[in-house]
C-alpha cells in the first residue's frame, strides 16, 4: 500500500479503480474499448505515464481471458491468416515503447487524447475503406506499423485493428477470432516493452496489479448484462463518451 500511495493519493487510486471497473464492463458487454477508457477517463486526473503503466497488467489478463473464452483453435486460425500484420504490431510495440519516457507531459496529453478522438469517430460515421486484394501485403505492413506504434505509446490498437480488419472485408466471426489473438499477443509485447522502458516498474506495478481486481469484476459483469441492453446504442453512447474525454486530453495538452 504504500509504494501504491506514493503514485496516487487514496482518492485517485479510488477513481482510477472505478475508470478500470468501466472499461472491463464495458469490453465484457461488447468486447472493445477498455483500454481507451482508462487512457482517456484516467489520463482526466492522472499524469500520462502512470496512466500507461496502470493498463498494462490489467490488458494482459483480460485479453487472456477474452481468448479463453473464445477458444484457442480461432484464434490460432486467425494468426495464420494475419500473421503479417500480427508479426509487426508486436514488434512496433516493442519499438514504440521505448519512447514514452521521452515524450513531454503536454505531448503525451495529445498522443492520447488525438488518438482517441479520431478514432472514435471514424468508428461512430461508419467509415471504413477498402482494400483490393493485390494490395493485401503492403497494407498489411503498414496498418501494422501504425497500430504497433500507437499501442506501444497510448496502450491501445484495438481501433486501428478493428478499421484494418473491415478494410479487408473480414467476416464479423473471424474478425472476432483475429481481435483475440492480436490483443492477447499486443498485450503480452505491451508489458515487455515498458518493463523495458522503465515506464512498468517497481513503483508503478503494483498499481497496474491492483487494476485487474476492478477490471475482472467489471469484465465478468459486462459478460453477465451485455445481453440485457441493446449493444449497439451502448456502443455508441460509449464512443461518444470517448469522445469528450479524448478531447479533454487534447485540451490539456494544447493548453497545460
Given at each position: 500500500?504504500?509504494?501504491?500511495?506514493?503514485?496516487?493519493?487514496?482518492?485517485?487510486?479510488?477513481?482510477?479503480?472505478?475508470?478500470?471497473?468501466?472499461?472491463?464492463?464495458?469490453?465484457?458487454?461488447?468486447g472493445f474499448a477498455m483500454p481507451?477508457?482508462?487512457?482517456?477517463?484516467?489520463?482526466?486526473?492522472?499524469?500520462?505515464?502512470?496512466?500507461?503503466?496502470?493498463?498494462?497488467?490489467?490488458?494482459?489478463?483480460?485479453?487472456?481471458?477474452?481468448?479463453?473464452?473464445?477458444?484457442?483453435?480461432?484464434?490460432?486460425?486467425?494468426?495464420?491468416?494475419?500473421?503479417?500484420?500480427?508479426?509487426?504490431?508486436?514488434?512496433?510495440?516493442?519499438?514504440?515503447?521505448?519512447?514514452?519516457?521521452?515524450?513531454?507531459?503536454?505531448?503525451?496529453?495529445?498522443?492520447?487524447?488525438?488518438?482517441?478522438?479520431?478514432?472514435?469517430?471514424?468508428?461512430?460515421?461508419?467509415?471504413?475503406?477498402?482494400?483490393?486484394?493485390?494490395?493485401?501485403?503492403?497494407?498489411?505492413?503498414?496498418?501494422?506499423?501504425?497500430?504497433?506504434?500507437?499501442?506501444?505509446?497510448?496502450?491501445?490498437?484495438?481501433?486501428?485493428?478493428?478499421?484494418?480488419?473491415?478494410?479487408?472485408?473480414?467476416?464479423?466471426?473471424r474478425q472476432m477470432a483475429v481481435?483475440?489473438?492480436?490483443?492477447?499477443?499486443?498485450?503480452?509485447?505491451?508489458?515487455?516493452?515498458?518493463?523495458?522502458?522503465?515506464?512498468l516498474n517497481a513503483q508503478t506495478?503494483?498499481?497496474?496489479?491492483?487494476?485487474?481486481?476492478?477490471?475482472?469484476?467489471?469484465?465478468?459483469?459486462?459478460?453477465?448484462?451485455?445481453?440485457?441492453?441493446?449493444?449497439?446504442?451502448?456502443?455508441?453512447?460509449?464512443?461518444?463518451?470517448?469522445?469528450?474525454?479524448?478531447?479533454?486530453?487534447?485540451?490539456?495538452?494544447?493548453?497545460?
Amino acid at each position: 500500500m504504500i509504494d501504491l500511495f506514493a503514485i496516487l493519493s487514496l482518492p485517485l487510486l479510488l477513481f482510477a479503480c472505478t475508470i478500470t471497473l468501466v472499461g472491463g464492463f464495458v469490453k465484457g458487454a461488447v468486447g472493445f474499448a477498455m483500454p481507451l477508457i482508462m487512457v482517456s477517463g484516467m489520463g482526466i486526473l492522472i499524469d500520462p505515464q502512470t496512466v500507461v503503466a496502470g493498463v498494462i497488467i490489467p490488458i494482459v489478463v483480460t485479453n487472456a481471458m477474452q481468448v479463453a473464452r473464445a477458444g484457442l483453435g480461432p484464434a490460432w486460425a486467425g494468426f495464420k491468416e494475419h500473421w503479417r500484420y500480427v508479426s509487426i504490431v508486436c514488434v512496433m510495440i516493442l519499438v514504440s515503447a521505448q519512447f514514452l519516457r521521452s515524450i513531454p507531459a503536454d505531448t503525451m496529453f495529445l498522443v492520447l487524447g488525438v488518438p482517441v478522438v479520431g478514432l472514435c469517430i471514424i468508428q461512430l460515421i461508419g467509415w471504413h475503406p477498402l482494400i483490393p486484394q493485390r494490395y493485401r501485403r503492403v497494407f498489411e505492413w503498414g496498418a501494422g506499423a501504425v497500430s504497433g506504434a500507437l499501442g506501444g505509446l497510448a496502450g491501445t490498437w484495438g481501433p486501428p485493428t478493428v478499421l484494418y480488419l473491415l478494410a479487408l472485408d473480414t467476416p464479423r466471426a473471424r474478425q472476432m477470432a483475429v481481435q483475440g489473438v492480436i490483443y492477447g499477443l499486443g498485450s503480452v509485447m505491451l508489458l515487455l516493452g515498458h518493463l523495458r522502458s522503465g515506464v512498468l516498474n517497481a513503483q508503478t506495478w503494483p498499481l497496474s496489479a491492483l487494476l485487474v481486481v476492478p477490471a475482472i469484476i467489471g469484465m465478468w459483469l459486462g459478460f453477465k448484462l451485455g445481453d440485457r441492453f441493446d449493444q449497439e446504442r451502448f456502443r455508441r453512447v460509449t464512443l461518444w463518451v470517448l469522445v469528450l474525454a479524448g478531447a479533454n486530453l487534447i485540451r490539456r495538452g494544447l493548453m497545460g
